[in-house]
């Protein structure tokens, strides 16, 4: 009888096993490479329209072309691949309507001299101001400033406190970040599963200030770790500065304080660089070490197409963010409302689309070393 009970209880605990490993697996909506689509909310509930919303007539083409308006773009850093894209989807629309960029700036990330490229534009008088900015809190005076001169502004991503829809901005336009943070967790689970890697300890890294949009893309990450992959432990959670260099300084010490870390989220690419850089320093097998986060450039793409250790993003769309906004710039110029909220999808890149991914959210070919340590096994 012990002997047939004891079948009978190994039996169940192998049941149970295989349902538990089955259970291990992408849900139907998990997107590891393609089109991101979620139910963007900005803080306040609102939810995000499609940008189809920003179609132009005939007439408005041909006002805007007999207008001579003008455009001005703050953005808080340049030289980024993002902000590159950005501003060519931007022109790209202004071009077609003849309305004149008169400034660009960057602010290199600080805010001191993003509020003052914001007081130099707004005495270039220009129609209309598209910018991002470095800090939602302490850059409210600057922005409140632009709508006393008159100014339209149209804001990417972000919404600097005390500012009111129709009143101090025409609109917010904005990628999917909580569905690239989903997409994020998806690519992650999805390389524990292909490893079987079973009860994966991971950190997240993130801002140490308030930036809503990053904050979305955490939020997305945990709650679809929390719903999807409960099996997947987030046993870490470290903040970092604006600041890269210190970023690898804090990534060192955070593999260091915790060497049996299975993965990371960071929530953009740039600092992502900077624990690839403190994983390598510190001798981290890659093929061990899964990392996911949003957005691409060209170093992470690399780290993508080589198998390295990150294994995937979910990466805003810039260039159609960007003619998202100077359409809306466009539609407020001619005195139309927009809605409060745009939200544009994201993208999800992993080693399975690379290259098109690299294509279309960079808007160029992809270089040769990427092309080719994407082809091998």
């Known amino acids: 009888m012990k002997k047939v009970l004891g079948i009978c209880v190994t039996v169940l605990f192998i049941m149970v096993s295989g349902l538990a490993f089955a259970a291990r697996e992408l849900p139907p909506d998990a997107v590891v490479a393609g ?33 001579n308006y003008t455009a001005a773009i703050v953005m808080h850093v340049l030289d980024s691949s993002w902000s590159q894209q950005q501003i060519a989807g931007m022109k790209s629309i202004f071009d ?21 490229n914001i007081e130099s534009v707004i005495a270039m008088k220009p129609d209309v101001i598209l910018s991002i900015p470095v800090d939602q809190t302490s850059e409210t005076p600057a922005y409140l400033k632009i709508a006393e001169a008159g100014i339209k502004l149209v804001l990417l991503d972000m919404i600097p406190v005390m500012l009111e829809h129709g009143q101090h901005y025409v609109t917010v336009v904005s990628s ?6 989903v997409a ?36 997305g990450f945990k709650e679809r770790v929390s719903q999807a992959y409960p099996w997947i432990n987030i046993v870490a959670e470290y903040d970092f500065p604006f600041d890269m260099p210190k970023v690898t ?33 510190l001798g981290k097998d ?37 003619q998202a906004e100077a359409l809306a710039a466009c539609r407020a110029i001619l005195g139309y409302e927009n809605p409060k909220y745009i939200a544009v999808p994201g993208y999800a890149v992993s080693r399975q689309n ?20 994407a082809m091998q096994q």
């Open 176 to 181: 999917s970040s909580y569905g690239n943070g």
């Open 286 to 322: 890659p093929k061990k070490f899964v990392i996911t986060t949003v957005d691409l450039e060209e170093d992470g793409a690399y780290e993508i197409a080589s198998d390295g250790y990150i294994k995937g993003t979910g990466a805003q769309d810039p260039y159609t963010n960007g």
């Open 184 to 219: 994020a967790a998806d690519i992650m689970a999805y390389e524990f599963i292909k490893r079987g890697v079973e009860n994966p300890k991971v950190a997240v890294m993130k801002l140490n200030f308030k930036h809503f949009v990053t904050e979305e893309r955490l939020r």
């Open 35 to 67: 089109v991101v689509n979620a139910n963007e909310r900005l803080e306040d509930g609102t939810v995000g329209v499609d940008m189809s919303v920003l179609a132009l007539t005939p007439e408005d083409e041909q006002k805007l072309r007999d207008g």
């Open 96 to 116: 077609k309507y003849n309305v004149k960029v008169i400034s660009i700036t960057g602010a290199n990330a600080q805010p001191e001299v993003q509020m003052d």
């Open 249 to 281: 300084e804090i990534s060192a010490g955070m593999l260091t304080a915790y060497p049996d870390l299975d993965g990371a989220f960071v929530i953009w690419m740039t600092p992502a660089m900077s624990l690839v850089a403190a994983a390598r320093e």
């Open 354 to 373: 690379i290259i098109e991914g690299y294509k279309k959210i960079l808007g160029v070919e992809p270089p040769d070393k990427i092309k080719q340590a």
